[in-house]
């Protein structure tokens, strides 16, 4: 599967997601589609009509107010129908603004609460060096998230039982919630603390799918450290409008904000 | 031990605590023997990881560590994807009486029965903890296992029955209708002989299971007897006494009026061992007895017109 088109997709859908669903988060969807098009068009093993196929490779969104990016590349990915996406956050629909997995086939883990989905694929990857299985966990965590104490209780977990087959990935896109990670809690030096706790690191553009490709698509050794993937990204990546900016953190695209939007996205495929 | 010889799927998961307790089991065990260190919200999580990935995983600490220090990963990872984790604590009330208030569990129980997909169990001896441990890990889904801390009396001498969420009868029959959860049993047992041989005649059960509860039970006695009671060493909001009076409140029927005994108001914070904080909170057999006698003054005259029977 071509990653580039997908990630176009998964932009195209997120924008429109976001503005049926007047929820928000469309900054941090787009500053991780690449990783999401990059892991599902290429990298992770699946059988989407099988999604719970004992040698798959695991994903959790541990970010899981970007829901919506997971939803539109299983959509598009083919695990359930991609015209359930404009239900996000519907009445009555399965789509919730925060990851569920109930009633949505591919999806591992409910995030929302942020710092919970590290420990969770450090259990799954544990599970799976005992019982010998050559899946690996892949788990994409935001930076603002980082400030949570409980993923450095897995970070330390996974590093001291050498979880190989654990991949984190960060999207570093350098803007929490309220404002710039720098001026909120920083992570700098990053990759050291990484490294310093027992990590093996690697720093990419977290936009450039051959730089992603080449470090995600890893098959380690057993019995050598976990890996950390700090993906240096825009916010809001693809919309000249989003980029950088704390406002659409929260701002749902709406009228000409929202047409301006799809714009910058056009897929004459999906159009 | 015999669970885990059995099924490999078992794991034990502590959050570094159980010195000398876990040690054969970590010795018998090595591959389903995990310490994870001084990191609980970690534990629970890796514990959900495991189970999703088909273990039957206990974690395993003391007082309010294995719960409250980890309530959000209980509540988003371990419940709502129904994984089959059991959470066993170790020292429920006043276990670890002159550690002070860090180390009194005294709301675990209120605040696991909120939540969905949680059974909570709070055996009340040695009997009752290796009986409810194994439906624990005989049915899927999260479990919370309140235990004492090891060393309390064995108050059942018979083999006892009984089946996923029923109270156990130790004395079916009685005016006052006596309700225990935990290893206040014992004095529940102590003050019922009191009662009776004051002249006042008490049913005792003990309820293993908060959740799902004994509504059957509940409803018959709240019917046929003059005053129920609950005891727990627990605040009386939310636990046995806030879960009778909530089954006792929906009830339609004409029912005796309730006395929650447990912790009241305000931290724990008087220093003492488990009996003498048990007797300064009111849960020592006589104040049991004191308080039922005080309750039974009042009500008694009233007893025929609310329609309870002698």
């Known amino acids: ?271 | 031990m015999d669970i885990a010889r059995q099924d490999k799927r078992v794991m034990l998961l502590t959050g570094d605590l159980g010195f000398k307790v876990l040690t054969p089991f970590a010795a018998t065990f090595p591959d389903q023997f995990l310490n994870v260190g001084v990191a609980e919200q970690n534990m629970t999580g890796v514990a959900t990881g495991l189970a999703l990935e088909g273990k039957i995983v206990f974690t395993y600490s003391i007082g309010n560590f294995p719960t409250l220090r980890c309530l959000e990963q209980i509540r988003n990872d371990v419940c709502y994807h129904n994984a089959n984790v059991k959470i066993v604590c170790i020292g429920g009330g006043f276990c670890y009486g002159p550690l002070g208030i860090s180390h009194h569990a005294t709301e675990d129980l209120a605040i696991m029965r909120v939540l969905p997909q949680m059974q909570v169990m709070a055996p009340g001896d040695l009997t009752e903890t290796r009986l409810v441990t194994r439906m624990a890990y005989e049915t899927h889904g999260p479990c919370y296992l309140r235990l004492g801390r090891g060393g309390e009396p064995d108050i059942h001498l018979k083999p006892i029955h009984f089946s996923w969420g029923q109270g156990i009868p130790l004395f079916p029959q009685g005016d006052v209708a006596l309700l225990s959860t935990g290893g206040i049993l014992i004095n529940a047992v102590r003050a019922r002989e009191m009662l009776e041989n004051q002249g006042i005649s008490a049913s005792l059960h003990s309820l293993p299971f908060l959740q799902p509860l004994d509504m059957g039970l509940l409803e018959e006695l709240a019917r046929t007897s003059r005053l129920v009671v609950t005891i727990e060493e627990h605040s009386i909001i939310g636990g046995l006494g806030g879960a009778v009076a909530e089954v006792l409140a929906e009830f339609l029927g004409p029912k005796a009026p309730l006395v929650r005994l447990g912790l009241r108001e305000g931290f724990s914070c008087e220093v003492g061992d488990q009996e003498y904080l048990r007797e300064i909170y009111g849960l020592s057999p006589g104040a049991i007895v004191r308080r039922v006698k005080e309750v039974l003054s009042i009500i008694q005259p009233e007893a025929k017109n609310n329609g309870v029977s002698d």
Not at chain 1, 199 to 226: F, N, Y
């Open chain 1, 1 to 271: 599967m071509d990653t580039r088109q997908l990630a176009l997709k998964i932009r195209r859908h997120a924008i429109l997601m976001t503005n049926r669903g007047r929820s928000s988060h469309i900054g941090s969807i787009l500053s991780m589609a690449d990783i999401m098009a990059v892991l599902y068009g290429q990298v992770l093993r699946k059988r989407p009509d099988n999604p719970n196929w004992p040698e798959r490779d695991r994903f959790i969104l541990s970010k899981g107010h970007a829901g919506a990016g997971v939803y539109a590349a299983l959509a598009e990915t083919g695990y359930f129908p991609v015209d359930w996406l404009p239900r996000h956050c519907a009445q009555g629909s399965k789509l919730c603004g925060h990851v569920s997995h109930i009633g949505i086939p591919g999806v591992e883990l409910s995030t929302g609460s942020l710092g919970h989905g590290l420990s969770v694929g450090a259990g799954m990857a544990y599970a799976g060096k005992l019982d010998k299985k050559d899946y690996r966990v892949f788990v994409l965590l935001g930076d603002g998230e980082c400030d949570e104490g409980s993923n450095w209780e897995a970070i330390l977990f996974a590093a001291h039982h050498r979880l190989a087959n654990l991949i984190a990935i960060v999207d570093y896109n350098k803007i929490q919630s309220l404002g710039p990670v720098a001026e909120t809690l920083e992570l700098e030096p990053f990759a050291d603390k990484w490294l310093s706790f027992g990590w093996r690191v690697r720093e990419v553009d977290g936009h450039d799918h051959d730089q992603l490709a080449a470090s995600l698509d890893i098959r380690s050794e057993i019995g050598s450290s976990p890996f950390c993937v700090i993906a240096h990204t825009i916010k809001g990546k693809g919309v000249s409008f989003m980029e950088n900016t704390v406002l659409w953190h929260y701002r749902s695209p709406q009228a000409e904000e929202f047409e301006a939007a799809l714009r910058e996205v056009e897929d004459p495929i999906i159009a």
